[in-house]
Every structure is written in C-alpha cells, then in structure tokens.
C-alpha cells in the first residue's frame, strides 16, 4: 500500500450568483496502485461541466476516488475550505 497526495487547481462557476471561483484542491488517496492523473482531470472537467458549489465538488471528488479530498478557496470575499473527512483538522 502507499499514499499518494494529488495537488491541483479547480476552476468552476458558483450555480448561485454564476461567478468564476476557481479553487486549489488536495487528493490523498491510499491504494496498491498509483491513480492516473488522467482520471483526476477528467474528474474535474466532468464535475464542473455545469455550475458546481465548492462543498458538492468536494464530496464528489471524495465519492469518486474513495480518497480524503480537501478544497480553497475565495467565494464573495469568503475563503472557504472544504474537507471530505470530518476528522482531519483544516
């Protein structure tokens, strides 16, 4: 088993006000095999084919993958982050 850390940039529209929001995202997945970044960027261009909120790419990511998905990002003035398990300490 090892655990890889995926680090990339998100670009999504909020499905409130329709503004860019563009987030910084961390994957760690733990598996016998590494993932291929393939699959994470197909992943992201799947998820925001249409407005997205922050917290939903989140879980989705984190559903997809089976792996601890962490988002940041500045919403209206807000920085927001975004962790798929509620145990890790953002």
Request: proline share 3%.
């Amino acid at each position: 088993m090892m655990k890889t850390r995926y680090e990339f940039f998100v670009d999504a529209h909020c499905p409130v006000d329709g503004s860019e929001d563009e987030y910084e995202a961390t994957l760690v997945w733990t598996g016998k095999y590494a993932l291929k970044v393939e699959e994470i960027l197909a992943a992201v261009a799947e998820l925001t084919a249409k407005p997205i909120l922050q917290e939903d790419l989140t879980h989705a990511h984190h559903r997809r993958f089976n792996a601890t998905v962490t988002t940041r990002g500045d919403h209206s003035g807000i920085y927001v982050t975004c962790c798929s398990d509620p145990n890790e300490r953002i």
